[in-house]
């Protein structure tokens, strides 16, 4: 479904992907794991359009995706942001709504947005109230309800569990299941690497912007190396 090919992206002159390639299947959940500046979003960031490889190709479903965002979105990849990102001061509904602003078809996107309620009940709980006085929990699910509403086939999500209390991080995992469910794919960039690599099915692992290891979520979970590094255990159970 989507085909990541020697990508190399700069900040100027720091060199943050030096030749990644990776793929994601339909159907999967692919997860990518690295330590803090490893660049995950510099990944998540460059598939999306919002950065400009130096070189290197990004295609989706067979097609080059090009670098403009929202045909980007049109195509079906849809992005959950790093830190949330929603419209603080516009309401949960005009939040998600705005994940159906480039669509036209008008009964799908009542009909998704009754899914989306659905699949977070808080959210239609508080339609009306003010993105910002969310907790950091039901931001991180008005964060994912928005990109559903794009009705995109691939799900890029960054970090989603960063800076959630324990029993929220679970939650966050089940719903990512629950999306699944629903068909979709999901790229999950995250530095829980213990709970990404339970749901993934294949994880790459991302050191100083160079795919250092990849392959079946559950083997790379038993990796001695990345157990020592990510998983913060050093024999295998
Ligand atoms: P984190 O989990 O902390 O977000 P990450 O794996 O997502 O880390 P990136 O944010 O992609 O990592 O960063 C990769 C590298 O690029 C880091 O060295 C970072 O300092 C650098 N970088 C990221 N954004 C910028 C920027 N806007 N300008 C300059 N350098 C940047």
Redesign the pocket.
Same mark, same amino acid.
């Given at each position: 479904m989507l085909n990541v090919k020697n990508l190399h992206?700069s900040?100027?002159g720091?060199?943050? =992907?030096k030749g990644v390639s990776m793929d994601v299947n339909q159907g999967e959940i692919v997860t990518?794991i690295?330590?803090?500046?490893?660049?995950?979003?510099?990944? =998540?960031?460059t598939i999306t359009g919002f950065l400009k490889p130096v070189s290197g190709e990004i295609a989706f479903k067979d097609h080059p995706i090009g670098r403009n965002p929202a045909k980007i979105v049109k195509m079906g990849i849809c992005h959950v942001p790093?830190g949330r990102l929603v419209f603080a001061n516009l309401t949960v509904a005009d939040n998600l709504m705005l994940g159906a602003y480039l669509r036209n078809d008008r009964k799908q996107v009542a009909t998704d947005l009754e899914r989306v309620y659905d699949l977070f009940p808080r959210l239609q709980e508080r339609m009306k109230q003010i993105a910002g006085t969310l907790s950091g929990g039901e931001q991180q699910m008005l964060a994912m309800g928005r990109a559903l509403m794009t009705n995109g086939d691939l799900v890029l999500m960054?970090?989603p569990s =960063?800076g959630l209390a324990p029993l929220l991080v679970k939650t966050v995992f089940d719903i990512i299941m629950e999306i699944k469910g629903m068909g979709k794919t999901i790229l999950l960039?995250e530095?829980n690497a213990r709970k990404a690599l339970e749901v993934a099915d294949r994880a790459y692992v =991302?050191e100083?912007?160079r795919i250092v290891k990849s392959g079946p979520a559950h083997d790379i979970a038993q990796d001695p190396s990345v157990r020592a590094a990510y998983l913060g255990t050093k024999s295998v159970s």
């Open positions: 992206v900040y100027g720091i060199k943050a =992907l990518i690295g330590a803090n500046g490893a660049g995950k979003s510099t990944l =998540l960031n790093e960054d970090e =960063l960039v530095q =991302l100083q912007g």
